[in-house]
């Protein structure tokens, strides 16, 4: 017959740590939490370079012509637009007048829309008629004139004016061209002012003499 069931022995010494089992799998990600506060604006960078200012262009179209009288007084000068041009024009006393007429093509000026500054002026002129000037150089120049009022009546804009080169002189085929350009300038211009351009022929050295100087011009100006 089995006895009663003794006493509970006291619990035995704890036995050494086992060795670390694999690591489990990784976990699902987590939900993305809320996007932080928006940071403070930084400071503002430094201004850039003024840029090279804006081209305005000029070309007769067909071509121009000018004129050379004895004397120089009553010398004719050509409007060059864009893409069109219009002859036979003087400058009485240094000034133009383009109050003109119903049906009369004269108004070639454009009106500045903003204040700047004109740093450049190009000229170019191509004859389209033979020439014989023996005796005599003509030379051209491309000048631009300035309405400030604004109004009708036009005055040269000092220091903005190019002499072509070369001059013409001697016996001179179709196609001969003259070009110039005057950079460096700092000629303000403000809103609203009108300006135009204007091709003159001129006796600078020789034999005085009328002629007609007939070609194709072009130009170009840069305001900033």
Request: charged share 5%; net charge negative; aromatic share 4%.
């Amino acid at each position: 017959m089995t006895g009663a069931t003794g006493d509970t022995g006291a619990t035995g010494a704890t036995g050494a740590t086992g060795a670390t089992g694999d690591t489990g799998a990784t976990g699902a990600t987590g939900a993305t939490g809320d996007a932080g506060a928006t940071g403070a604006i930084g400071a503002t960078g430094a201004t850039g370079d003024p840029g090279s200012g804006a081209i305005i262009p000029f070309a007769s179209g067909l071509p121009t012509s000018m004129t050379t009288v004895l004397g120089g007084t009553l010398n004719t000068s050509g409007l060059i637009g864009f893409g069109n041009n219009t002859s036979g024009v003087t400058a009485t006393g240094g000034t133009i007048n383009l109050t003109g007429a119903a049906g009369t093509e004269l108004n070639f000026a454009f009106s500045v829309p903003r204040a700047g500054t004109i740093t450049s002026l190009a000229a170019y002129f191509s004859t389209t008629t033979g020439l014989t000037l023996v005796g005599s150089t003509v030379t051209i120049t491309a000048t631009l004139f300035r309405s400030t009022t604004p109004d009708n009546t036009f005055t040269a804009v000092p220091g903005a004016v190019v002499t072509l080169s070369p001059s013409l002189t001697g016996v001179l085929a179709l196609g001969t061209i003259s070009s110039g350009i005057t950079s460096g300038l700092s000629i303000t211009v403000s809103p609203g002012e009108r300006l135009l351009l204007v091709f003159t022929a001129d006796v600078t050295a020789g034999l005085d003499l009328a002629t007609t100087i007939s070609g194709y011009a072009s130009a170009g100006i840069t305001i900033a």
